[in-house]
């Protein structure tokens, strides 16, 4: 079963504009997650990381949110360049260290 | 520096086939990881590997799946009489101890025919 949820495979947006990208989960023993960014024929890389204990973590023009009671959390882009167009992987894990779980993937796509 | 390295970075096969894929992490990091990643999907854990201690394999979907791991350098998976749903990205992370931070290979492609 997929407890790492992206439901949207695609999204589309101008450049310079915020790029909201969401994901949910099922297993509340998750305490930490991660987004990865892929571009096609390599592998993902690292993107930003935000422990449960904490609802929000910044780096640059990347900021994640999460809301533990919803089960919640997006990767907010601003200002959205084209090189940012990928695909976003958002990943959790329990504690172990490893095993992280991954969503399918959102296309993101951002026009000149 | 170097990152994480995978050959052959495609690989097609005949169903009923043997197949190797090779890794190599990034030097120092003591945490091997295989997943794999079918066509419209998210990464699937396959195995861990970490240090000298035995290797997690509860994600290995079935007995054809095998890994090895040389102490903290190169890590082979092995998918013996390949099926058609063995189709997919197969992608070797490796990182520090166990920190969640992967650094991900380019991955091997594979297409069993």
């Known amino acids: 079963d997929q407890q790492v949820k992206q439901n949207s495979p695609s999204l589309s947006v101008q450049e310079g504009r915020i790029s909201i990208l969401n994901c949910d989960y099922t297993?509340?023993?998750?305490?930490?997650f991660l987004w990865y960014k892929k571009y096609p024929a390599e592998g993902p890389t690292f993107l930003i990381s935000?422990?449960?204990?904490?609802d929000k973590n910044e780096d640059g023009r990347f900021t994640v949110f999460l809301n533990k009671s919803a089960k919640h959390l997006s990767l907010h882009i601003v200002p959205s360049q084209p090189g940012d167009s990928a695909v976003y992987f958002c990943?959790?894990?329990?504690?172990?260290?490893?095993?992280?779980?991954f969503g399918k993937g959102t296309s993101l796509l951002v026009t000149p | 520096g170097a990152g994480v390295s995978q050959s052959p970075s495609n690989k097609v096969t005949e169903k009923g086939k043997d197949v190797e894929l090779r890794c190599d992490p990034i030097?120092?990091?003591?945490?091997l990881y295989w997943y794999r990643q079918r066509l419209g999907q998210g990464l699937e854990f396959l195995i861990y590997?970490?240090?000298?201690?035995?290797?997690?394999k509860s994600g290995l979907p079935s007995d054809r799946f095998s890994a090895e791991r040389t102490g903290e350098s190169v890590s082979t998976l092995t998918i013996q009489r390949t099926q058609q749903e063995d189709s997919a990205v197969y992608l070797c992370?490796?990182?520090?101890?166990?920190?969640?931070?992967?650094?991900f290979g380019p991955g091997t492609r594979l297409t069993v025919t």
């Open positions: 030097s120092g990091h003591t945490a």
């Open positions: 992370a490796s990182s520090l101890l166990k920190r969640y931070e992967q650094y």
């Open positions: 297993n509340s023993m998750f305490d930490y």
């Open positions: 590997f970490q240090g000298n201690s035995a290797p997690d």
């Open positions: 990943a959790a894990s329990d504690g172990s260290g490893y095993a992280l779980n």
């Open positions: 935000i422990s449960s204990i904490k």
